[in-house]
């Protein structure tokens, strides 16, 4: 139904800073919660942040990056960003972009769950 396309990733060294961007197709992306979440190897798949619907006004994040990380959404270009800042070695991971038509931002950060991923893009931190 929506398609999800990540871009962004790259090796950066501790410290630095990257933007991973996410495409939604679809003529109603305003009305979608959005989100990331990540997964490292050999780890479950873990939330790292989300966003309401429409405006965008609340903002979610796991306790992890919590003053590091900041997620937006443009509504007019159907993209969602994710600035991520003073990043460190246990940052890397494969970040997927997640959409959801029905739960809140709210609820995609309780339950740790969504409808809609993209195929992800890779983060890697050197120490």
């Known amino acids: 139904q929506v398609q999800l396309v990540e871009s962004g990733g790259g090796l950066v060294q501790a410290g630095g800073s990257l933007r991973l961007s996410c495409a939604a197709s679809g003529r109603t992306f305003s009305l979608y919660a959005m989100g990331w979440f990540r997964q490292a190897p050999g780890k479950e798949r873990d939330f790292v942040a989300a966003?309401?619907?429409?405006?965008?006004?609340?903002?979610y994040y796991a306790d992890s990056v919590q003053g590091r990380f900041s997620i937006s959404r443009d509504n007019a270009k159907n993209m969602v960003y994710l600035q991520m800042n003073s990043l460190k070695p246990e940052d890397t991971a494969v970040y997927y972009c997640?959409?959801?038509?029905?739960?809140?931002?709210?609820?995609?950060?309780?339950?740790?769950?969504?409808?809609?991923w993209g195929q992800g893009t890779q983060v890697t931190v050197s120490s």
């Open positions: 997640a959409a959801d038509r029905f739960r809140t931002a709210q609820n995609m950060y309780v339950q740790r769950n969504a409808n809609h």
């Open positions: 966003i309401s619907w429409s405006g965008g006004s609340t903002t």
